[in-house]
């Protein structure tokens, strides 16, 4: 599966962003899907997953409450709605595809990622 992330820019803090992901080949309802990010000079992160059918999300402590991970099947689509945007949030943001039964939010569990796109927010 191909994917490719849109939707990154330069944004004030308190403002807002929707990323979005696209997946091609195969099946996309097959794929649990998950954001992740990595700040300059830091470790890749996990950030929020969604389930095959949309129905069970996961999120990262530093997120919840001011992100939301939401898919749609039809469009082979997956979202990342960030609210409330800090400048800590300022990374890229890199969408990913794994066959698990289960969210994880372990990177090593994703077998598919699409290039990043970079979100900056100012303070």
């Known amino acids: 599966v191909q994917l490719q992330a849109s939707g990154g820019g330069l944004v004030q803090a308190r403002g807002s962003l929707r990323l979005s992901c696209t997946a091609s080949?195969?099946?996309?309802?097959?794929?649990?899907m998950a954001w992740f990010r990595r700040a300059a000079g830091a470790e890749r992160e996990f950030v929020a997953a969604i389930n095959r059918n949309g129905g069970t999300t996961y999120y990262a402590d530093s997120v919840k409450g001011r992100f939301t991970i939401s898919r749609d099947n039809a469009q082979n689509t997956v979202y990342l709605q960030m609210n409330g945007l800090k400048p800590e949030d300022t990374a890229a943001y890199y969408c990913?595809?794994?066959?698990?039964?289960?969210?994880?939010?372990?990177?090593?569990?994703?077998?598919?990622w699409g290039p990043g796109t970079l979100v900056t927010v100012s303070s």
């Open positions: 080949g195969r099946t996309f309802s097959s794929w649990i």
């Open positions: 990913a595809a794994s066959s698990w039964m289960t969210l994880r939010a372990d990177s090593g569990s994703y077998q598919y």
